[in-house]
T-cell receptor, first 116, second 110 residues
Framework: DTGVSQDPRHKITKRGQNVTFRCDPI?????LYWYRQTLGQGPEFLTYFQNEAQLEKSRLLSDRFSAERPKGSFSTLEIQRTEQGDSAMYLC??????????????FGPGTRLTVT | EDQVTQSPEALRLQEGESSSLNCSYT??????LFWYRQDPGKGPEFLFTLYSAGEEKEKERLKATLTKKESFLHITAPKPEDSATYLC???????????FGGGTRVLVKP
Protein backbone atom coordinates (compact mmCIF):
# COMPACT_ATOMS: atom_id res chain seq x y z
CA ASP A 1 0.00 0.00 0.00
CA THR A 2 1.47 3.30 -1.09
CA GLY A 3 -0.61 5.61 1.08
CA VAL A 4 -2.84 8.50 0.07
CA SER A 5 -2.01 9.97 -3.33
CA GLN A 6 -3.03 13.32 -4.82
CA ASP A 7 -2.87 14.68 -8.32
CA PRO A 8 -1.64 17.10 -9.50
CA ARG A 9 1.01 18.07 -6.97
CA HIS A 10 1.13 21.63 -8.25
CA LYS A 11 -1.37 23.71 -10.20
CA ILE A 12 -1.01 27.26 -11.44
CA THR A 13 -4.14 28.83 -12.85
CA LYS A 14 -5.46 32.22 -13.77
CA ARG A 15 -8.17 33.91 -11.80
CA GLY A 16 -11.60 32.89 -13.02
CA GLN A 17 -10.57 29.46 -14.31
CA ASN A 18 -11.91 26.18 -12.94
CA VAL A 19 -9.60 23.57 -11.41
CA THR A 20 -10.11 19.98 -10.29
CA PHE A 21 -7.98 17.94 -7.92
CA ARG A 22 -8.00 14.21 -7.38
CA CYS A 23 -7.37 12.16 -4.24
CA ASP A 24 -6.89 8.39 -4.04
CA PRO A 25 -7.21 7.19 -0.42
CA ILE A 26 -5.56 4.22 1.21
CA UNK A 27 -7.40 1.18 -0.06
CA UNK A 28 -10.17 -0.03 2.26
CA UNK A 29 -10.32 3.34 4.06
CA UNK A 30 -13.96 4.30 3.93
CA UNK A 31 -13.55 7.86 5.23
CA LEU A 32 -12.03 10.64 3.15
CA TYR A 33 -11.38 14.24 4.14
CA TRP A 34 -10.36 17.44 2.38
CA TYR A 35 -8.45 20.18 4.20
CA ARG A 36 -6.94 23.48 3.09
CA GLN A 37 -3.69 24.86 4.46
CA THR A 38 -2.28 28.34 3.94
CA LEU A 39 1.32 29.29 4.63
CA GLY A 40 2.22 29.23 8.31
CA GLN A 41 -1.15 27.89 9.41
CA GLY A 42 -2.50 24.50 10.37
CA PRO A 43 -4.85 22.65 8.00
CA GLU A 44 -8.52 23.67 8.04
CA PHE A 45 -11.31 21.18 7.48
CA LEU A 46 -13.33 21.52 4.29
CA THR A 47 -15.45 18.40 3.86
CA TYR A 48 -15.75 14.72 4.72
CA PHE A 49 -17.08 11.57 3.03
CA GLN A 50 -18.02 8.22 4.42
CA ASN A 51 -18.01 5.88 1.45
CA GLU A 52 -19.76 7.88 -1.30
CA ALA A 53 -21.86 10.06 1.03
CA GLN A 54 -20.71 13.61 1.78
CA LEU A 55 -21.61 13.93 5.45
CA GLU A 56 -20.13 17.23 6.58
CA LYS A 57 -19.12 20.51 4.95
CA SER A 58 -17.34 23.47 6.49
CA ARG A 59 -18.53 27.06 6.24
CA LEU A 60 -15.25 27.54 4.35
CA LEU A 61 -16.65 25.53 1.45
CA SER A 62 -18.34 28.23 -0.60
CA ASP A 63 -20.70 27.58 -3.50
CA ARG A 64 -17.70 27.66 -5.85
CA PHE A 65 -16.34 24.49 -4.25
CA SER A 66 -17.75 21.04 -4.92
CA ALA A 67 -16.48 17.63 -3.92
CA GLU A 68 -17.49 14.17 -5.02
CA ARG A 69 -16.59 10.62 -4.20
CA PRO A 70 -18.25 8.39 -6.75
CA LYS A 71 -18.42 4.72 -5.80
CA GLY A 72 -16.72 5.46 -2.51
CA SER A 73 -13.23 5.24 -3.94
CA PHE A 74 -11.28 8.28 -5.20
CA SER A 75 -12.52 11.81 -4.65
CA THR A 76 -12.39 15.03 -6.63
CA LEU A 77 -12.45 18.61 -5.41
CA GLU A 78 -13.44 21.24 -7.95
CA ILE A 79 -13.08 24.97 -7.55
CA GLN A 80 -15.00 27.11 -10.01
CA ARG A 81 -14.13 30.69 -10.92
CA THR A 82 -10.93 30.63 -8.88
CA GLU A 83 -9.92 33.68 -6.85
CA GLN A 84 -6.50 34.67 -5.56
CA GLY A 85 -7.67 33.85 -2.05
CA ASP A 86 -8.02 30.22 -3.11
CA SER A 87 -4.24 29.89 -3.33
CA ALA A 88 -3.31 27.28 -0.75
CA MET A 89 -2.25 23.67 -0.24
CA TYR A 90 -5.21 21.33 -0.59
CA LEU A 91 -4.75 18.21 1.50
CA CYS A 92 -6.62 14.93 1.37
CA UNK A 93 -6.70 12.42 4.21
CA UNK A 94 -8.29 9.02 4.71
CA UNK A 95 -9.08 6.86 7.70
CA UNK A 96 -10.63 3.61 8.78
CA UNK A 97 -12.66 3.70 12.00
CA UNK A 98 -11.19 1.63 14.81
CA UNK A 99 -12.98 -0.27 17.50
CA UNK A 100 -14.00 2.28 20.14
CA UNK A 101 -14.81 4.98 17.58
CA UNK A 102 -11.42 6.64 17.27
CA UNK A 103 -9.11 6.55 14.31
CA UNK A 104 -6.11 8.19 12.73
CA UNK A 105 -6.25 10.27 9.58
CA UNK A 106 -3.42 9.73 7.09
CA PHE A 107 -2.63 12.58 4.76
CA GLY A 108 -1.53 12.73 1.16
CA PRO A 109 1.25 14.98 -0.15
CA GLY A 110 -1.17 17.76 -1.07
CA THR A 111 -1.89 19.83 -4.18
CA ARG A 112 -0.35 23.30 -4.16
CA LEU A 113 -2.68 25.75 -5.96
CA THR A 114 -1.47 29.14 -7.11
CA VAL A 115 -4.03 31.52 -8.59
CA THR A 116 -2.48 34.38 -10.56
CA GLU B 1 -15.92 27.49 19.78
CA ASP B 2 -13.13 24.91 19.82
CA GLN B 3 -9.64 26.35 20.07
CA VAL B 4 -6.23 24.75 19.70
CA THR B 5 -3.16 26.88 20.41
CA GLN B 6 0.44 25.81 19.94
CA SER B 7 3.49 27.45 21.46
CA PRO B 8 6.06 28.55 20.73
CA GLU B 9 5.46 29.40 17.07
CA ALA B 10 9.10 28.70 16.30
CA LEU B 11 11.93 26.98 18.14
CA ARG B 12 15.63 26.96 17.33
CA LEU B 13 17.65 24.25 19.04
CA GLN B 14 21.21 23.09 18.99
CA GLU B 15 21.68 19.43 18.25
CA GLY B 16 21.30 17.54 21.53
CA GLU B 17 19.39 20.38 23.26
CA SER B 18 16.15 18.86 24.57
CA SER B 19 12.96 20.92 24.64
CA SER B 20 9.16 20.73 24.79
CA LEU B 21 6.36 21.96 22.54
CA ASN B 22 2.98 22.88 23.99
CA CYS B 23 -0.51 22.34 22.61
CA SER B 24 -3.32 23.80 24.70
CA TYR B 25 -6.94 23.20 23.77
CA THR B 26 -10.45 24.27 24.66
CA UNK B 27 -12.72 21.56 23.32
CA UNK B 28 -15.92 20.07 24.61
CA UNK B 29 -16.21 16.34 24.18
CA UNK B 30 -12.58 15.60 23.32
CA UNK B 31 -12.19 12.11 21.89
CA UNK B 32 -8.52 12.22 21.00
CA LEU B 33 -5.49 14.42 20.35
CA PHE B 34 -3.15 13.82 17.43
CA TRP B 35 0.41 14.93 16.78
CA TYR B 36 1.70 15.22 13.22
CA ARG B 37 5.04 16.15 11.71
CA GLN B 38 5.07 18.19 8.50
CA ASP B 39 8.08 18.81 6.29
CA PRO B 40 8.07 21.79 3.89
CA GLY B 41 5.86 21.20 0.85
CA LYS B 42 4.57 17.86 2.13
CA GLY B 43 1.47 16.55 3.83
CA PRO B 44 1.35 15.97 7.60
CA GLU B 45 2.83 12.67 8.78
CA PHE B 46 1.03 10.93 11.63
CA LEU B 47 3.04 10.55 14.86
CA PHE B 48 0.78 9.83 17.86
CA THR B 49 -2.77 9.64 19.11
CA LEU B 50 -3.53 10.30 22.80
CA TYR B 51 -6.95 9.49 24.18
CA SER B 52 -7.02 10.24 27.89
CA ALA B 53 -5.32 12.44 30.47
CA GLY B 54 -2.16 10.84 31.81
CA GLU B 55 -1.46 8.91 28.63
CA GLU B 56 2.05 8.98 27.17
CA LYS B 57 3.40 7.74 23.85
CA GLU B 58 7.00 7.54 22.62
CA LYS B 59 8.67 7.23 19.26
CA GLU B 60 12.43 7.50 18.94
CA ARG B 61 13.38 10.93 20.37
CA LEU B 62 9.76 12.10 20.67
CA LYS B 63 7.45 11.68 23.64
CA ALA B 64 3.88 12.99 23.78
CA THR B 65 1.87 13.50 26.96
CA LEU B 66 -1.70 14.60 27.60
CA THR B 67 -3.49 16.42 30.42
CA LYS B 68 -7.06 17.67 30.57
CA LYS B 69 -6.10 21.03 29.11
CA GLU B 70 -2.90 20.54 27.13
CA SER B 71 -0.48 18.20 25.48
CA PHE B 72 3.29 18.33 25.33
CA LEU B 73 5.65 16.98 22.72
CA HIS B 74 9.08 16.45 24.25
CA ILE B 75 12.06 16.21 21.92
CA THR B 76 15.01 14.55 23.61
CA ALA B 77 18.52 15.12 22.25
CA PRO B 78 17.23 16.30 18.87
CA LYS B 79 19.09 15.81 15.62
CA PRO B 80 18.97 18.03 12.51
CA GLU B 81 16.59 15.54 10.87
CA ASP B 82 14.03 16.39 13.55
CA SER B 83 13.68 19.83 11.96
CA ALA B 84 10.05 20.18 10.83
CA THR B 85 6.75 21.77 11.76
CA TYR B 86 4.91 19.85 14.47
CA LEU B 87 1.13 20.07 14.42
CA CYS B 88 -1.36 19.02 17.04
CA UNK B 89 -5.03 18.41 16.28
CA UNK B 90 -8.08 17.49 18.33
CA UNK B 91 -10.86 15.12 17.44
CA UNK B 92 -14.25 15.45 19.10
CA UNK B 93 -16.83 12.89 20.06
CA UNK B 94 -19.30 14.69 17.79
CA UNK B 95 -18.23 15.31 14.24
CA UNK B 96 -15.49 13.83 12.16
CA UNK B 97 -13.04 16.62 11.48
CA UNK B 98 -9.69 17.41 13.02
CA UNK B 99 -9.17 20.91 14.40
CA PHE B 100 -5.52 21.88 14.11
CA GLY B 101 -3.32 24.31 15.95
CA GLY B 102 -1.04 26.65 14.03
CA GLY B 103 2.02 24.45 14.47
CA THR B 104 5.49 24.89 15.94
CA ARG B 105 8.38 25.22 13.48
CA VAL B 106 11.41 23.46 14.90
CA LEU B 107 14.91 24.01 13.55
CA VAL B 108 17.72 21.88 14.94
CA LYS B 109 21.17 23.15 14.08
CA PRO B 110 24.21 20.85 14.06
Amino acid sequence: DTGVSQDPRHKITKRGQNVTFRCDPISEHNRLYWYRQTLGQGPEFLTYFQNEAQLEKSRLLSDRFSAERPKGSFSTLEIQRTEQGDSAMYLCASSLPRQGGTYEQYFGPGTRLTVT
Amino acid sequence: EDQVTQSPEALRLQEGESSSLNCSYTVSGLRGLFWYRQDPGKGPEFLFTLYSAGEEKEKERLKATLTKKESFLHITAPKPEDSATYLCAVFKAAGNKLTFGGGTRVLVKP
